[in-house]
């Protein structure tokens, strides 16, 4: 049961299949992290996926891991990243970097520190467009000039020839994403792609990612701790914990009845509109840092309200498994949230246990 | 025999926070200098530096004691000839000078000439610069700009053309050439404590206890200025150095102390020139004292800034 | 761009008049004045009266520092006791070799230092970064004269390899033009006055580039470090670029502009004080000139030589001011 879940693949052959992945960081005269454990899941062709956690969770060194970007020295990778088909782990420097910018792209948080201050927009562009589709100079600045129009950079060939710090945070964002997309490639990853961004413009580019993938057929994994970023773009969301994926579920599913104890928590921790205005916010305790071991149970048991003494004991040398739970989803859980038949949400498909 | 849930989970708890606060953090309640501090005596750099700081002014300040011989009596003279100066022989165990001077005596009391080159000038320097810092940083405006010029011009003389006009004007003696190397140790202990101070003045803190009416004057003291020193702690440090090189440099050039026969490592080394084929050792044994405290210094200088640079606290 | 040349001339106007204020007061200060520091320490109280009063010597401060300043415009600062040469003309013919032998030393210090430094941050941790590091912090703690001496002890004095005084062989009888040697000899195709001219500036060359060449390697190593861990060379990674273009464009282009503004520190520094390197190679460039200036205390040739050294070490930070403009996109807008 801990393969990817095929039944959401209906038919799709995924783009991206990741398979217990696991990342260790060693450091000399240190204790080794794991800071990611057996991940699993997969993309298909136009499809959303969310990784949502707190930051530390392992969703960014997922990411990093798939593209190949983390360093060599101390660190281990183990597992199975595959992309349509090939494996990527253990492939060779020149591989990845022929895959990278090509079929697989890559967006990153920060998009002013992402950017190179010493070199124009235009050539941050049109290198990927040498470096993959091996253009010709005049062809490689009209479809540049393209690209930016396309991700809704006015002016476009005027910005060609300007620098990062002479663009807005938008801008910027918009001018990374068009150097992802520069090869259409088949599988995009937004590392919180709007987190450094103001609320206004974060809509916007949300939108223009949506679009994209829309209409092109990219898979996109967006990485991201902000349940609205999910809420509004994802069609599938993992949600992960300490290095672990620890429920996953359709957007509207996962919205309606969380079932692992933190994902209602996160849920909890939002605030609500029709809350009614006495209600308090349920803050989940503590921080991501109180997390124990998965191999002494559940991680989260220490912030958990609904431990109970069988969470921190570990059962046949496993730790608490991912199961099924209802038709596409699945939870790593012993006491999940219940929810009474009757007030299951509209879009309910499966029934609480 | 099972113990409650509750209590298993408190204890994992407080086991986490107890490895929490095993790490050395700055905001764990411990004080940045205490921090710096922890983190310096396992720095090895640091260590190899201040031994060898220290051994020096132990050397410098014990100088009486541990030379074995007057450094001045040319007890060997008579055995000097044109080719040929004596080596190493019982109870002179570097040989002696071209004029039959103990050069193992002359090194140890050299150390009190250089280092005391070295301390006055540096001190000089920072405090004269720190003053004017301190000016340009506490008042900004137009006592910013004037005395930011006036560093500006003392800043395009470079170095050593600055120390050697104030020398010539000074006339040749040790305290011109303290002044002289002072002097061009202004400039950047003037704009580093500027910098620093600037930097600090719009800190949240600063700008906090001047909205909670601190008048400015002591914002400046009590705030601004203890917070703005750690660079200028590490640069006097580092300008130690550079004051003992730039003290040879000058003794080189015939700049330095008028008393020739006075043991100074500079002096030594440039008088050892003119025998530099017959007995190299002469000049190389100063010129390792100048180089091994020159690179102690710096060695405490260096790991001093990384200890107190934010930047490297990981 | 233009705006910021200018506007940076334009505040080199105050720090100019302030030095020259400050070199005024420096040899009216002297012992015995500026009718001692023209005529030299020997001349008599009858010859000193006569100058000052032909040089306006007792009229009001002011109009002597005008006089001063409208001569110090013009270049005219008197001539030289030792040589009866115009100090200008004086600073004039030795300044090419000071220049010759800077360029050679920052050439070597350049060409060893970036990649070094480069090579040692790649390699954070390993033997080579660690040589490095030590090598760079003896580099800078060594007497540069001390260094001096040995290379010449060494390499001329005993192994006879490289020629260790002087700008050229005196049996040469070059001819030359513009006082560049190895470009005089490059000039009148005299290829082998220009090759003993090149040889003449390795072993001061070395010498005075090891400074440099510890500083550079430093900067480059801690600067590449740096760099490496930015978010945009992870972007250019991401895109799947080559390593030669994510080294060249993204780290280096970044890593090198600190690197860039000490060279321009550096080169400024040699330029206007290589004094130490070129009195043990009695190599007559303007340094080993000031030397015998200073023991001879020819006051009129040190003024001149230290103002017009000034002014070019100002302008040398000035154009490392708008070469850092010209490499960082950054700095060019504000």
């Given at each position: 049961m801990t393969s990817a879940m095929t039944s959401a693949m209906a038919g799709a052959v995924p783009v991206l299949e990741v398979e217990e992945l696991a990342v260790t960081f060693t450091r000399r005269g240190e204790a080794s992290t794991r800071a990611v454990d057996g991940v699993s899941f997969a993309v298909a062709p136009g499809e959303t996926i969310g990784l949502v956690g707190e930051s530390g969770c392992g969703k960014s060194v997922t990411s990093l891991a798939v593209m190949g970007l983390l360093p060599r020295r101390g660190v281990e990778v183990s597992g199975s990243v595959r992309l349509d088909g090939e494996e990527?782990?253990?492939?060779s420097d020149r591989t990845l970097r022929k895959l990278r910018g090509a079929d697989m792209a890559m967006v990153f948080q920060d998009p002013l520190s992402s950017l190179n201050p010493t070199v124009t927009i235009g050539t941050q562009v049109t290198e990927v467009l040498y470096e993959h589709r091996h253009m010709a100079k005049k062809d490689a600045v009209a479809e540049a000039t393209d690209l930016l129009d396309r991700v809704g950079i006015p002016d476009p060939a005027r910005r060609l020839?300007?620098?990062?710090?002479?663009?807005s945070g938008g801008m910027r964002q918009r001018a990374l994403i068009a150097m992802a997309l520069a090869c259409s490639p088949r599988l995009l990853i937004a590392d919180e792609p709007t987190t450094a961004l103001d609320v206004t413009i974060q809509a916007q580019i949300l939108e223009l990612l949506r679009e994209l993938v829309l209409g092109s057929g990219t898979a996109l994994v967006m990485i991201t701790h902000d349940l609205g970023v999910v809420a509004g773009l994802c069609d599938r969301v993992h949600v992960m914990y300490a290095g672990k994926i620890i429920e996953t579920a359709d957007r509207h599913d996962l919205f309606a009845r969380p079932r692992q104890p933190y994902t209602g928590g996160l849920l909890a921790s939002v605030p609500r509109l029709d809350a009614g205005r006495g209600t308090p916010l349920t803050p989940i305790r503590g921080s991501a840092r109180d997390a124990i071991p998965w191999a002494e149970g559940c991680a989260f048991a220490p912030r958990c309200d609904n431990a109970e003494d069988d969470c921190l004991t570990e059962v046949s040398g496993s730790t608490v498994p991912l199961e099924y739970d209802g038709p596409g989803r699945e939870l790593r859980c012993r006491h999940p949230l219940q929810y009474p038949p009757a007030a299951a949400g509209a879009t309910a498909s499966g029934v609480p246990r | 025999m099972t113990a409650s849930l509750g209590d298993r989970r408190r204890e994992r708890i407080d086991a986490l926070a107890a490895r929490a606060g095993a790490l050395p953090e700055g905001d764990g309640g411990v004080s940045l200098v205490k921090s710096a501090f922890r983190r310096l005596r396992r720095n090895p750099v640091f260590l190899i530096g201040a031994v060898i700081v220290v051994v020096f002014l132990l050397v410098a300040l014990f100088a009486p004691w541990l030379a074995p011989r007057d450094p001045y009596a040319q007890s060997l003279l008579s055995e000097v000839r044109q080719g040929s100066i004596p080596g190493s022989r019982e109870g002179y165990p570097l040989g002696v000078d071209q004029l039959g001077r103990d050069l193992f005596s002359r090194l140890i009391y050299g150390s009190r000439q250089s280092l005391l080159i070295g301390v006055v000038s540096t001190v000089l320097g920072a405090v004269a610069g720190m003053m004017l810092g301190v000016l340009a940083g506490a008042f900004g405006g137009l006592v910013d700009t004037l005395v930011m010029r006036f560093v500006d011009i003392i800043l395009s003389v470079p170095g050593l053309l600055m120390a050697i006009s104030i020398s010539v004007l000074l006339g040749q003696n040790q305290v011109s050439l303290m002044i002289a190397i002072a002097v061009t140790q202004i400039p950047l202990f003037a704009r580093l404590l500027r910098g620093s101070m600037l930097v600090q003045r719009d800190r949240d803190y600063a700008v906090a206890a001047q909205a909670l009416g601190v008048r400015r004057r002591n914002v400046v003291l009590g705030h601004v200025l203890p917070n703005s020193l750690s660079p200028v702690i590490v640069q006097a440090t580092l300008s130690l150095a550079t004051a003992i090189i730039e003290a040879a440099a000058l003794s080189f050039l015939?700049?330095?102390?008028?008393?020739?026969?006075?043991?100074?490592w500079g002096a030594m080394l440039a008088s050892a020139q003119s025998v530099l084929s017959v007995r190299a050792e002469l000049a190389i044994y100063p010129a390792l004292c100048i180089i091994v405290v020159a690179l102690g210094f710096t060695l405490v200088g260096e790991s001093l800034r990384e200890a107190l640079d934010p930047k490297f606290r990981r | 761009m233009l705006r910021f040349i200018v506007r940076r001339l334009l505040q080199l106007i105050p720090i100019l008049l302030g030095l020259s204020i400050l070199l005024f007061a420096w040899l009216r200060a002297l012992p015995g004045g500026p009718a001692v520091a023209a005529l030299g320490e020997r001349a008599t109280p009858a010859k000193i009266a006569e100058y000052n009063r032909v040089f306006g010597l007792d009229e009001p401060l002011w109009t002597q520092y005008l006089r001063f300043l409208g001569r110090a415009l013009r270049l005219d600062f008197g001539t030289s006791q030792t040589t009866g040469r115009a100090v200008t003309d004086e600073f004039f013919t030795r300044f090419p070799g000071t220049v010759e032998l800077t360029v050679f030393a920052m050439v070597f210090a350049i060409g060893i230092g970036i990649p070094l430094g480069y090579l040692a941050a790649r390699k954070h941790g390993s033997w080579i970064d660690s040589t490095s590091v030590i090598g760079s912090l003896l580099g800078v703690t060594i007497p540069v004269f001390f260094l001096a001496y040995l290379f010449r002890l060494l390499f001329a004095v005993q192994l006879g390899w490289l020629p260790g005084s002087g700008r050229q062989d005196v049996r040469m009888e070059a001819t030359h033009v513009t006082n560049f040697y190895v470009l005089d000899g490059l000039l009148t195709r005299e290829w082998d006055a220009a090759w003993d001219a090149l040889q003449h500036l390795i072993l001061p060359g070395i010498a005075l580039g090891t400074i440099p060449l510890a500083i550079i390697v430093r900067i480059t190593r801690a600067s590449v470090l740096d760099v490496v861990n930015e978010d945009y060379v992870r972007t250019a990674q991401a895109k799947g670029l080559a390593n030669d273009t994510v080294r060249r464009r993204h780290i280096l282009r970044n890593a090198l502009l600190p690197v860039s503004t000490t060279i321009g520190l550096q080169t400024g520094l040699l330029l206007s004080g290589a004094v130490l390197t070129e009195t043990v190679f009695a190599f007559g460039g303007v340094g080993s000139t000031l030397r015998e200036a200073i023991s001879t205390r020819d006051y009129a040739l040190l003024q001149g030589f230290i103002l017009i050294l000034a002014v070019v070490y100002v302008l040398v930070n000035l154009l490392v001011d708008v070469s850092y403009g010209l490499l960082d996109p950054r700095v060019r807008v504000k």
């Amino acid at each position: 049961m801990t393969s990817a879940m095929t039944s959401a693949m209906a038919g799709a052959v995924p783009v991206l299949e990741v398979e217990e992945l696991a990342v260790t960081f060693t450091r000399r005269g240190e204790a080794s992290t794991r800071a990611v454990d057996g991940v699993s899941f997969a993309v298909a062709p136009g499809e959303t996926i969310g990784l949502v956690g707190e930051s530390g969770c392992g969703k960014s060194v997922t990411s990093l891991a798939v593209m190949g970007l983390l360093p060599r020295r101390g660190v281990e990778v183990s597992g199975s990243v595959r992309l349509d088909g090939e494996e990527l782990l253990g492939a060779s420097d020149r591989t990845l970097r022929k895959l990278r910018g090509a079929d697989m792209a890559m967006v990153f948080q920060d998009p002013l520190s992402s950017l190179n201050p010493t070199v124009t927009i235009g050539t941050q562009v049109t290198e990927v467009l040498y470096e993959h589709r091996h253009m010709a100079k005049k062809d490689a600045v009209a479809e540049a000039t393209d690209l930016l129009d396309r991700v809704g950079i006015p002016d476009p060939a005027r910005r060609l020839g300007e620098y990062p710090h002479q663009l807005s945070g938008g801008m910027r964002q918009r001018a990374l994403i068009a150097m992802a997309l520069a090869c259409s490639p088949r599988l995009l990853i937004a590392d919180e792609p709007t987190t450094a961004l103001d609320v206004t413009i974060q809509a916007q580019i949300l939108e223009l990612l949506r679009e994209l993938v829309l209409g092109s057929g990219t898979a996109l994994v967006m990485i991201t701790h902000d349940l609205g970023v999910v809420a509004g773009l994802c069609d599938r969301v993992h949600v992960m914990y300490a290095g672990k994926i620890i429920e996953t579920a359709d957007r509207h599913d996962l919205f309606a009845r969380p079932r692992q104890p933190y994902t209602g928590g996160l849920l909890a921790s939002v605030p609500r509109l029709d809350a009614g205005r006495g209600t308090p916010l349920t803050p989940i305790r503590g921080s991501a840092r109180d997390a124990i071991p998965w191999a002494e149970g559940c991680a989260f048991a220490p912030r958990c309200d609904n431990a109970e003494d069988d969470c921190l004991t570990e059962v046949s040398g496993s730790t608490v498994p991912l199961e099924y739970d209802g038709p596409g989803r699945e939870l790593r859980c012993r006491h999940p949230l219940q929810y009474p038949p009757a007030a299951a949400g509209a879009t309910a498909s499966g029934v609480p246990r | 025999m099972t113990a409650s849930l509750g209590d298993r989970r408190r204890e994992r708890i407080d086991a986490l926070a107890a490895r929490a606060g095993a790490l050395p953090e700055g905001d764990g309640g411990v004080s940045l200098v205490k921090s710096a501090f922890r983190r310096l005596r396992r720095n090895p750099v640091f260590l190899i530096g201040a031994v060898i700081v220290v051994v020096f002014l132990l050397v410098a300040l014990f100088a009486p004691w541990l030379a074995p011989r007057d450094p001045y009596a040319q007890s060997l003279l008579s055995e000097v000839r044109q080719g040929s100066i004596p080596g190493s022989r019982e109870g002179y165990p570097l040989g002696v000078d071209q004029l039959g001077r103990d050069l193992f005596s002359r090194l140890i009391y050299g150390s009190r000439q250089s280092l005391l080159i070295g301390v006055v000038s540096t001190v000089l320097g920072a405090v004269a610069g720190m003053m004017l810092g301190v000016l340009a940083g506490a008042f900004g405006g137009l006592v910013d700009t004037l005395v930011m010029r006036f560093v500006d011009i003392i800043l395009s003389v470079p170095g050593l053309l600055m120390a050697i006009s104030i020398s010539v004007l000074l006339g040749q003696n040790q305290v011109s050439l303290m002044i002289a190397i002072a002097v061009t140790q202004i400039p950047l202990f003037a704009r580093l404590l500027r910098g620093s101070m600037l930097v600090q003045r719009d800190r949240d803190y600063a700008v906090a206890a001047q909205a909670l009416g601190v008048r400015r004057r002591n914002v400046v003291l009590g705030h601004v200025l203890p917070n703005s020193l750690s660079p200028v702690i590490v640069q006097a440090t580092l300008s130690l150095a550079t004051a003992i090189i730039e003290a040879a440099a000058l003794s080189f050039l015939g700049l330095g102390d008028p008393d020739i026969s006075r043991p100074e490592w500079g002096a030594m080394l440039a008088s050892a020139q003119s025998v530099l084929s017959v007995r190299a050792e002469l000049a190389i044994y100063p010129a390792l004292c100048i180089i091994v405290v020159a690179l102690g210094f710096t060695l405490v200088g260096e790991s001093l800034r990384e200890a107190l640079d934010p930047k490297f606290r990981r | 761009m233009l705006r910021f040349i200018v506007r940076r001339l334009l505040q080199l106007i105050p720090i100019l008049l302030g030095l020259s204020i400050l070199l005024f007061a420096w040899l009216r200060a002297l012992p015995g004045g500026p009718a001692v520091a023209a005529l030299g320490e020997r001349a008599t109280p009858a010859k000193i009266a006569e100058y000052n009063r032909v040089f306006g010597l007792d009229e009001p401060l002011w109009t002597q520092y005008l006089r001063f300043l409208g001569r110090a415009l013009r270049l005219d600062f008197g001539t030289s006791q030792t040589t009866g040469r115009a100090v200008t003309d004086e600073f004039f013919t030795r300044f090419p070799g000071t220049v010759e032998l800077t360029v050679f030393a920052m050439v070597f210090a350049i060409g060893i230092g970036i990649p070094l430094g480069y090579l040692a941050a790649r390699k954070h941790g390993s033997w080579i970064d660690s040589t490095s590091v030590i090598g760079s912090l003896l580099g800078v703690t060594i007497p540069v004269f001390f260094l001096a001496y040995l290379f010449r002890l060494l390499f001329a004095v005993q192994l006879g390899w490289l020629p260790g005084s002087g700008r050229q062989d005196v049996r040469m009888e070059a001819t030359h033009v513009t006082n560049f040697y190895v470009l005089d000899g490059l000039l009148t195709r005299e290829w082998d006055a220009a090759w003993d001219a090149l040889q003449h500036l390795i072993l001061p060359g070395i010498a005075l580039g090891t400074i440099p060449l510890a500083i550079i390697v430093r900067i480059t190593r801690a600067s590449v470090l740096d760099v490496v861990n930015e978010d945009y060379v992870r972007t250019a990674q991401a895109k799947g670029l080559a390593n030669d273009t994510v080294r060249r464009r993204h780290i280096l282009r970044n890593a090198l502009l600190p690197v860039s503004t000490t060279i321009g520190l550096q080169t400024g520094l040699l330029l206007s004080g290589a004094v130490l390197t070129e009195t043990v190679f009695a190599f007559g460039g303007v340094g080993s000139t000031l030397r015998e200036a200073i023991s001879t205390r020819d006051y009129a040739l040190l003024q001149g030589f230290i103002l017009i050294l000034a002014v070019v070490y100002v302008l040398v930070n000035l154009l490392v001011d708008v070469s850092y403009g010209l490499l960082d996109p950054r700095v060019r807008v504000k």
